[in-house]
């Protein structure tokens, strides 16, 4: 085992690069060397990110390397193929024809990532028809794709997937043949969703378009099918205007719908969402309940107590991330920017490596931080950084480099955590000053440590330059602007604060007649950062998408200290193992009443099932393991306490037998019997305080329970509209990612855990021939990685 100092810093780096086997440390640690031990003192005495990054940037012997590693950032992406898309496509008419719904919406949806939008298909024709010197023709690939794939979503009247299908055939330039039915089913699809108004924008259109055709086939004699055609069109027309008349007539009549939980495409956010609580949704107007405040000591800093008494079950915060970020290998099963398991994937326009769930969060994207980030993202990957390294470039790619100059940071640096702290008490004025003056531990942070995240700022920075974030024509190795440093100061500032606030975000799915809960990215929230920790937690968080709820699991009194759980709780953990649990990853010792009273899960304390309860009449701590003077009796006022012991463990014993009969149900519960366990935990709470097992027992069911996405509607037909694997050409990221183009291999599964990092020195190998700090393009052939 190693010692706590030697677990603490290997914590530290598992947040800045979470893969080994990535080039990045192998290049920090030839840097470091050449630097030597005496500047990576004086480096280690610097109080300012931006003048670390400048140290860095002009320290004459390590200089040329770090040039080297930002000159050798290259375009390496996932590109599309019409080919591989065309492939796939026929593939999937032949699995529709036969019935195999299911497959064949696989295969489409394979074939829309693969496939290239209608300009880049049609300058490749340019460019082959130059060269063979002969015309080509598109396929318009993508638009089949889609056209054929809302044949599906059609038939199971899936009509917020067939809709975007539709309108994103329709921009990709789908055949003239199909155009028309197209516009039909577009109206269609907005009168199923009661959308009349764009229903009747959509016929108008269709309206048009069949009297222009109809006027330029007046001389054509061979239309008898066309003929046909339009008759069918007609009449479908005609009963569309008379459906969205009658719906408009409706809607005037009727008050109008809430917009909870949809967005501004109309898509509802998800059924847990729409499922959420009116104690929810009254939250999330005001973010923080009115249970809360806000307190400061020390070395606690500032955290979350109780204002008034809270309940059990009560809603204490509903947060949106400010910055979110999904984990690497779930790249092939949920949408990239709303973090939601995809049933359909919507294709970003130039990689095929990631998908969005709908058009609305690919425009999302699109918007802001994916087109800095789109052609690098093998890149990142092969690096071997951290989830928490990805998110800390979210936190720039989406916002303008004015955003942080207008922050005026650099007044700011230099200054240490309380009094950053309350410099940004309430946020100050500007949004990103909240996030920037988070709890980071910039005092007790190693020199090594900080030239490693200096590194990697830089590096970061590398790529944005690269991919225009500061303007068209910046030179990758000219001398640092002073919005260059800026922003990789911002970066390096990031790369501190993500190692302690961020959250991990997680989903809870059914599988058969089990529920699994498993985490898919991460989440910055600045109001969820004020819990403290507790090894007993009153809290539990779920998730709406990226959307943090927090809701309370026991009762606690006006003016205590309102606890969440960073990992180790103590009926899994002794007190010396959780402490050293979090010293290295959170750098703090632990001081919770758990902690203080030393318990754990020790074979003695299962024994004592009430170690100590709370006297009925006056509300003190009657202590079994303490015999009073007075004999069996409170201190404080006398009262018997073997009736007091009796009564407790009745209510012990009773909540026990609820929560097991809650624990073997996998479908949500009752809101009658939810609302037992509540006023149980809160009436055993009375006379049995905090820690004890019972509450991380009641805790799990609840959060269970809460965190249950609602059952799913009965499907129209008789196959699942769910596809079991994932749907975008990331789905061999699941298994394995093999860079070759930067002569590395990299495994997406091998993600450690900080609390659970396995603790045996690993041996770093450097492959004959290629050293790490010389990653590059084998050749410019090789940079958009069709394969």
């Known amino acids: ?80 193929s019409a080919t591989v898309s065309k492939q796939r496509r026929l593939e999937a008419e032949r699995l529709y024809e036969m019935g195999k719904t299911d497959k064949a919406l696989l295969m489409f949806t394979q074939s829309v990532v693969k496939a290239p939008s209608a300009v880049a298909e049609e300058e490749e024709e340019k460019e082959k028809e130059a060269a063979a010197g002969k015309r080509g023709e598109s396929d318009r690939s993508l638009a089949l794709a889609l056209w054929r794939r809302s044949d599906i979503f059609y038939e199971r009247k899936q009509m917020l997937y067939c809709l975007d299908d539709v309108r994103l055939s329709l921009r990709e330039k789908l055949p003239e043949k199909w155009r028309l039915q197209a516009y039909s089913r577009m109206a269609e699809c907005y009168v199923f969703l009661n959308r009349f108004e764009e229903a009747r924008i959509a016929a108008n259109i269709l309206s048009r378009r069949m009297t222009e055709r109809g006027d330029d086939d007046d001389d054509d004699d061979d239309d008898d099918d066309d003929d046909d055609d339009d008759e069918a069109l007609r009449c479908k027309l005609q009963q569309l205007l008379v459906a969205i008349g009658a719906g408009q007539q409706q ?35 005001k973010r923080v309940s009115s249970k809360l405040a806000l307190a400061s000591s020390q070395p606690a800093g500032r955290y979350f107590v109780a204002a008034r008494p809270i309940r059990t079950g009560d809603t204490l915060l509903v947060e949106d991330a400010y910055v979110s970020c999904l984990s690497v290998e779930r790249y092939g099963s949920h949408c990239h920017h709303c973090l939601r398991r995809l049933e359909t994937a919507i294709p970003c326009s130039e990689c095929s490596a990631v998908a969005f769930c709908s058009l609305a969060c690919r425009g999302g994207a699109l ?25 800390a470039l979210r936190i720039v790619t989406q916002q303008s480099v004015a955003y942080f100059e207008r922050a005026n940071l650099v007044q700011r640096d230099g200054g240490d955590d309380e009094a950053e702290a309350k410099a940004a008490d309430g946020g100050g004025d500007h949004p990103y000053r909240r996030i920037y003056n988070m709890i980071r531990h910039e005092r007790t942070r190693s020199a090594d440590d900080f030239l490693r995240r200096t590194l990697m700022a830089i590096f970061l920075t590398s790529v944005l330059k690269k991919s225009g974030y500061f303007g068209v024509g910046v030179a990758v190795a000219s001398p640092p602007h002073r919005r260059e440093t800026l922003i990789a100061a911002v970066l390096l500032r990031n790369l501190q604060v993500l190692q302690f606030n961020a959250h991990e975000i997680s989903e809870t799915v059914r599988l058969g007649s089990a529920l699994k809960t498993a985490n898919i990215g991460i989440g910055l929230y600045a109001s969820a950062s004020y819990f403290n920790h507790e090894c007993c937690p009153a809290v539990t968080r779920f998730f709406r998408g990226t959307t943090l709820v927090v809701k309370a699991v026991r009762p606690v009194e006006q003016g205590r200290v309102v606890g969440d759980g960073y990992g180790p709780v103590f009926d899994k953990f002794d007190t010396t193992e959780r402490r050293r649990r979090l010293r290295a990853r959170y750098w703090f010792e632990c001081e919770c009443e758990a902690c203080v009273r030393d318990c754990g899960p020790r074979v003695d304390q299962r024994a004592a099932r009430i170690p100590r309860i709370r006297c009925g009449r006056c509300a003190a701590t009657i202590d079994r393991h303490v015999r009073p003077p007075n004999g069996d009796r409170c201190e404080s006022c ?30 949500p519960l009752a809101p009658s019997m939810m609302e037992e366990i509540r006023d149980s935990v809160d009436s055993l709470a009375a006379r049995l305080p905090p820690p004890h097992e019972i509450y991380r027992r009641a805790a799990d069911v609840l959060t269970r329970c809460w965190s249950l996405p609602p059952p799913p509607p009965p499907p129209p037909t008789t196959t699942s509209s769910t596809p079991t694997t994932p749907l975008c050409d990331s789905d061999s990221l699941s298994l394995s990612l093999s860079l070759h183009c930067t002569h590395l291999h990299y495994d997406a599964t091998r993600r450690v855990s900080c609390c659970t990092v396995d603790q045996r020195p690993q041996p770093r190998k450097y492959r004959r021939g290629h050293h790490p700090s010389q990653f590059r393009v084998s050749s410019p052939s090789q940079r958009h990685c069709p394969k």
Not at 2 to 9: E, I, K, N, T, W
Not at 257 to 285: Q, Y
Not at 640 to 655: I, M, P, R, T, V
């Open 251 to 285: 809607q005037q009549q009727q008050p109008p719908r809430t917009e909870d939980g949809e967005e501004k495409d109309g898509r509802v956010a998800d059924a847990a969402a729409a499922a959420a609580t009116d104690e929810e949704k009254e939250a999330r107007t």
């Open 1 to 80: 085992m190693l010692d706590d100092s030697a677990y603490a810093a290997l914590c530290s780096a598992v947040t800045l690069q979470s893969n080994e086997k990535g080039f990045f440390r192998n290049v920090a640690d030839e840097i470091a060397e050449t630097a030597g031990a005496e500047w990576l003192r004086r480096f280690g005495r610097l109080r300012c990110d931006q003048h670390r990054i400048v140290e860095c940037l002009t320290h004459e012997p390590i200089e040329h390397l770090i040039r080297r590693m930002a000159e050798n950032v290259r375009e390496v992406y996932r590109g599309k």
């Open 638 to 667: 006398g009262a018997d306490a073997a009736s007091e012991y009796e009564a407790a463990a009745a209510q012990l014993g009773a909540l026990r037998e609820r929560l097991e009969s809650a624990a073997a149900r996998t479908q």
């Open 367 to 391: 918007d802001s931080y994916h087109k800095f980030e789109c052609r690098y993202v093998d890149v990142l990957i092969g690096s071997g950084m951290s989830v928490l390294s990805l998110a």
